[in-house]
């Protein structure tokens, strides 16, 4: 079910009040079925691959938790085995034979590989790596193994976050959806915020640029030089408000439910280095390959080349885990030089912290052509395009959507920065009056200027 | 905050939003559209039709009544599937008294198509308003929130189209009084009648396809031939031209199983099938888009099928 649907309107409200009218240990119940039926919503075979990776991970933990040594580690082993491998089936294995047979034809070898014609199940990555981030919790010590195999199913499955994020924590969620807590209106206040945020980011801004953006990229044999410029800053925002759009709407729906998931985005286009933008861009994963992956590595406590090498394994695999595809291999190679470089190449001479926020945003833009490019060869066009700065198609520019859309941006880019100059605050302590105003000014903009199609969230894919 | 209080502040906030969609939803179930225009046409001149026109755009584009040697009602309508054909038909036929033939026009997708559940599935409750039928949808269509309120089912897009044109309607002048679609008067450009365009509408109309439909549509037409055949009209079958970009970009495998249906149809119910969809005598300057007539070619083609098909039907002396 998406959160931009009428289904999706009938069924939160019903949700949540049967929620509170439940006695406190019997919720999970409910939520537990009403995620379910969400996550059936898209195809509900795929469930049994949910339940499978619950029961799995379920019983590795409690398996794992009273051993030590050799078998606690194989223990851990067959769980990530078991996550990965489902990944490895669903999203990787017709990309690794893909680019076997081209190595095998380049050697002169004649392997035709077998293709799997399966569909990849909405959200797997983002579910995976929640059961992961669980087992290793445990193995470390970090986490006792849940009892309650309800609870646990309920983790993996809940509902807010369970397609496309933020992939959380055990220690934030399993004790949340323990306790269940009471209704509190003050949290039921800033959910309903954060969702009317949520939907005024998606179908006023995202899906208004993606009509530009699938304009220029799926017909990017079309389009040239500085209209790609655009196009390419323009999915730049699409991506970010599309995302950040969905994980609003998921906090606030969880926050209203009384359950508090983690932020996942932090003004990330105000970063003043590519590093620092790292730490506001989807920041569940990026934190998951910190804690899972960079750290266990060494981290940063090591020599420079050997924080470089995991800097690189970091980024490979946070490419990978976007898609299969040589695009998405690319995109984390170029944002693991911008990340790496500094290390080497530290500017002696300061920069303004405008001109490194534009230069880090210019940065990360570039990148994200190899994410939304058909594939490679076309974001290497695309690029070279880019480069000769042809002005041919500037009259694409007097479309009158498109300059709403880019008031839109500057207008949403000018209330975040009020916001991280002065903190959320300064909008809640304003009289009633304004901050209402401001919620039916949203309303309406969202009812006159709102895209309302099909088009789902961008990390759906993932 | 406590609870009272919240609630009581998102009951005063709500208020101007309600009002707001109570005035959308008043204006839009009196708006006009085709379907309160098609039902007021069966009450004012179903009484006085020979001929009916059943079927989806094709039929409501392409069959011109006024160009029938005896008067006729076209109550095809846009996406139109047969079962709702069906319900129109067989709701009001006591208002077509003198009703002698029911041709029910198949597109290549009519016998796997419902409209319930595709891109355009909000026109089920303009038909579940206007006519007060069931609907296609089944169980599922009769638990869907828009089958009581038309600003959800017409959805934000739609209504904000509707508003903007001040909740009035070109429908007089693009629907004939004979309930034929004038192409060359509506509101719409014309469109482009090209390869790929031809190509995009024929997946467009794959896309739909859903053989365990088949059994339902089959049933409906058989509901239809029964109720006809009790009052004295004959059902007839065709297919309406397309242009070549169209028809060459057709699913072998689905026009394979139309005709199995069909085949079915004339051995079961012995219904005459009349094929116009690749008839050499429409070029493609007669499309209005790759799939309907323009208006002066559904004028002509609906005088050859009046000669061709009717003619033989309602003076079989004379033929």
Redesign the interface.
């Known amino acids: 079910m998406s959160f931009i649907s009428l289904a999706y309107l009938v069924f939160f409200p019903i949700v949540c009040v049967v929620h509170f009218l439940l006695p406190a240990q019997r919720r999970w119940i409910w939520l537990l079925l009403a995620s379910c039926y969400f996550y059936a919503y898209f195809v509900p075979r795929y469930l049994l691959i949910l339940f499978f990776i619950i029961a799995a991970d379920w019983s590795f933990a409690r398996w794992m938790e009273p051993l030590n040594g050799r078998s606690r580690r194989l223990l851990l082993y067959g769980s990530l085995a078991t996550n990965l491998g489902l990944l490895f089936v669903f999203k990787y294995f017709n990309f690794f034979n893909a680019e076997s047979a081209w190595f095998a034809h380049q050697l002169g070898l004649n392997y035709t590989p077998p293709v799997l014609d399966l569909v990849l199940p909405i959200g797997l990555s983002f579910h995976t790596f929640q059961a992961m981030s669980y087992t290793l919790e445990v193995f470390w010590g970090r986490q006792s193994a849940e009892r309650h195999l309800g609870v646990y199913a309920l983790y993996v499955l809940f509902f807010p976050q369970l397609v496309a994020g933020p992939i959380e924590r055990p220690q934030n969620l399993l004790p949340q959806l323990h306790t269940m807590p009471e209704f509190k209106a003050d949290a039921a206040v800033a959910g309903l915020r954060l969702i009317l945020i949520g939907v005024f980011k998606k179908v006023v801004l995202a899906d208004r640029l993606a009509v530009f953006v699938d304009g220029a990229f799926n017909g990017w044999r079309l389009t040239t030089g500085l209209a790609f410029w655009f196009a390419a800053v323009c999915f730049a925002f699409q991506i970010y408000y599309d995302f950040s759009a969905y994980t609003d709407i998921a906090r606030g729906s969880a926050k209203i439910l009384g359950i508090e998931l983690m932020k996942n985005f932090n003004f990330p286009y105000f970063a003043h280095s590519p590093r620092k933008f790292w730490t506001r861009w989807h920041i569940s994963l990026s934190t998951w390959f910190r804690d899972y992956v960079y750290v266990p590595l060494g981290g940063s406590r090591v020599s420079r080349a050997v924080t470089v090498r995991n800097l690189f394994v970091v980024f490979l695999l946070s490419g990978l885990w976007h898609g299969a595809n040589l695009s998405f291999v690319v995109w984390g190679l170029l944002n693991f030089v911008f990340v790496a470089l500094p290390l080497y190449l530290a500017p002696r001479v300061g920069l303004p912290i405008w001109l490194r926020t534009f230069l880090t945003f210019s940065a990360i833009t570039v990148a994200w052509i190899f994410f939304r490019a058909p594939d490679l060869s076309a974001a290497g066009e695309i690029l070279t395009e880019m480069i000769l700065l042809r002005k041919d198609q500037l009259f694409l520019l007097a479309n009158r959507e498109l300059q709403i859309d880019l008031s839109l941006i500057v207008a949403m880019t000018a209330c975040e920065w009020i916001w991280v100059r002065s903190g959320e605050t300064v909008f809640l302590r304003a009289p009633v009056e304004f901050r209402w105003a401001v919620y039916y000014l949203m309303i309406v903009v969202i009812f006159a200027c709102g895209v309302f199609g099909q088009k789902q969230f961008i990390y759906f894919q993932f | 905050?406590?609870?009272g209080?919240?609630i009581f502040k998102l009951l005063i906030?709500s208020l101007?939003?309600s009002a707001g969609f109570l005035w959308l939803e008043c204006r839009m179930r009196t708006a006009p559209n085709s379907y309160q225009f098609k039902q007021a046409l069966i009450e004012k001149y179903g009484a006085g039709a020979e001929v009916l026109i059943f079927g989806t755009s094709h039929a409501y584009y392409d069959f011109n009544p006024a160009k029938f040697t005896v008067p006729g009602l076209n109550l095809a309508n846009t996406s139109q599937s047969l079962v709702l054909d069906q319900q129109i038909y067989t709701q009001n036929v006591a208002l077509f008294a003198k009703v002698r033939v029911l041709v029910l026009n198949l597109s290549y997708f009519s016998f796997e198509y419902r409209l319930y559940g595709n891109?355009d599935d909000y026109r089920e409750f303009s038909y579940i308003h206007a006519f007060g039928i069931e609907g296609d949808g089944g169980w599922r269509s009769k638990l869907d929130?828009?089958r009581f309120s038309s600003v959800?089912a017409f959805?934000?897009?739609m209504i904000?189209k509707i508003l903007f044109n001040g909740f009035g309607s070109g429908l007089a002048r693009e629907i004939s009084q004979q309930g034929w679609m004038n192409s060359s008067i509506g509101k719409y450009p014309h469109l482009p009648v090209s390869k790929e365009a031809g190509r995009d509408r024929a997946q467009y109309h794959s896309a739909t396809l859903d053989p365990s439909l088949a059994e339902s549509n089959l049933e409906a037409i058989a509901k239809i031939v029964e109720v006809a055949e009790a009052n004295g009209a004959k059902v007839v079958l065709s297919q309406a031209p397309a242009s070549i970009y169209y028809t060459q970009a057709l699913d072998p495998e689905a026009e394979r199983r139309f005709h199995i249906y069909i085949d079915k149809l004339q051995r079961t119910l012995g219904l005459e099938f009349h094929d116009y969809l690749r008839d050499k005598r429409f070029a493609i300057t007669d499309f209005y888009d790759n799939d309907h007539l323009n208006a002066e070619a559904a004028g002509r083609f609906s005088t050859i099928f009046d000669r061709e098909v009717l003619a033989p039907i309602l003076s079989p002396a004379e033929n």
């Open positions: 905050m406590a609870t209080r919240f906030f101007p939003l891109s929130p828009r959800l959805g934000p897009e904000r």
